[in-house]
């Protein structure tokens, strides 16, 4: 998979929101087997976004979606073991606004970056243009 960080991220949650969705469903269908493989997949996928945050860089922020994390899989246990429909919408629910929220965050970092690159190429231009003026002059 050849994707930036930002971009897996939005894309492990899109795999826990999916597999929620179809746990759910599955529910519904007293499909017992198949809930029981997408409560396991989303669970791999909260496992994954642990596994990825960067406690040194952002460690009150980490500690943070540790806890959200942590508090996702215990209730996707806890919906599966009592077939709770209420509790597995509970969870995809805040995953959904996990990911929402980091969409936002990367669209303004990519903003700022942008920006920030767009400043010093600026700068550069004009050290160049100073510099070409005072091997004129």
Known sequence: LNASPERLVHIVY???I???????????????????????????AL?????????????????????????????LVEGNVRQDDSILAEVQSLIIDLQEVWQIVVTRV??????QFAADVQLANEKDANSNLSVVG
Request: charged residues 35%; contains cysteine; proline residues 0%.
């Open 18 to 44: 999916r597999s929620i969705g179809s746990a759910r469903e599955c529910l519904i269908k007293k499909d017992i087997r198949g809930r029981v493989r997408h409560v396991n997949n989303a669970f791999s």
């Open 47 to 75: 496992v994954e976004l642990t596994s990825g945050l960067d406690f040194d860089a952002g460690k009150e922020i980490a500690e943070n979606y540790a806890r959200i994390y942590d508090y996702c899989e215990r209730r």
């Open 14 to 16: 899109d795999i826990a």
């Open 110 to 115: 990519s903003a700022e970056r942008t920006a």
